[in-house]
């Protein structure tokens, strides 16, 4: 049992942080699931810009005093933010009793059939009340669902054909296209309309190619002008 210290008056207790495992330097993933998990975050925090969120891949979740920590491949949770001096212990993880709530949305992505995404971490995670759990099976390990949605109604996890979550107001997708070089399908956040959230690198080229056709726009126009014989330069 994880040893536990006095915070207020009030007689309530909460876990010590310096008891906990908050990284055992010891993670191990494949480049498919690295970079789609790098997407899902970074495509949250290029996009969403008037509201607060906290997003992350592969940090430990402690929902229960004297249970180990889960690491959803990726959570989502609104309304929070990472303490200043995150280098303190209790700032290094996420401590469902420090931030007052579980995340609206984990996810994992299926990688092999030892993880028990559909067994026991969907207890977990049920247990735990995050809003969502998503289950991305990519290569179909699972069977022949490559999503799964379950949203938590009451106490349990019902699995939904929605993808979209409208509780936290973002949706999921499965999209063709290039990222990072690679040509793949890959999991993506996306608005009601079916519109995915830019990345940042998506946005910039977004931005350079209306630079470039505003300044196509402005050649024409030039052009036009001199054919009728004004000087656009001295206008």
Not at 48 to 68: C, K, M, R, S, W
Not at 96 to 115: A, C, D, Q, T, Y
Not at 173 to 185: A, I, N
Request: aromatic content about 12%; glycine content about 6%.
């Amino acid at each position: 049992m994880v040893q536990q210290v006095l915070i207020n008056d009030d007689d309530y207790y909460v876990p010590d942080a310096n008891q906990l495992v908050t990284e055992d330097d010891t993670p191990v993933d494949n480049f498919a699931s690295e970079k789609q998990q790098r997407l899902l975050v970074g495509s949250l925090y290029s996009s969403i810009q008037q509201q607060t969120f906290l997003a992350a891949a592969n940090v430990g979740i402690y929902h229960t005093d004297g249970q180990p920590a889960i690491v959803p491949d990726v959570f989502l949770s609104f309304d929070v933010q990472v303490p200043e001096n995150w280098w303190e212990k209790q700032n290094r993880c996420y401590m469902v009793w420090r931030f007052g709530k579980p995340p609206e949305v984990v996810l994992e992505i299926v990688s092999n059939k030892e993880g028990d995404e559909l067994g026991k971490k969907l207890q977990i995670y049920e247990h735990m009340r995050a809003s969502y759990y998503i289950v991305y099976d990519p290569n179909q390990q699972l069977g022949e669902k490559v999503l799964r949605v379950y949203e938590l109604r009451g106490t349990r996890y019902f699995e939904t054909s929605e993808i979209w979550l409208e509780q936290v107001g973002l949706g999921v997708t499965l999209w063709e296209g290039k990222f990072e070089d690679r040509q793949d399908t890959w999991l993506r956040w996306c608005y009601q309309d079916g519109t995915v959230l830019l990345t940042g690198d998506e946005r910039a080229e977004q931005e350079r190619q209306r630079a470039e056709q505003a300044e196509q726009r402005t050649q024409l126009l030039a052009d036009r002008l001199r054919a009728m014989g004004v000087d656009p330069d001295n206008l």
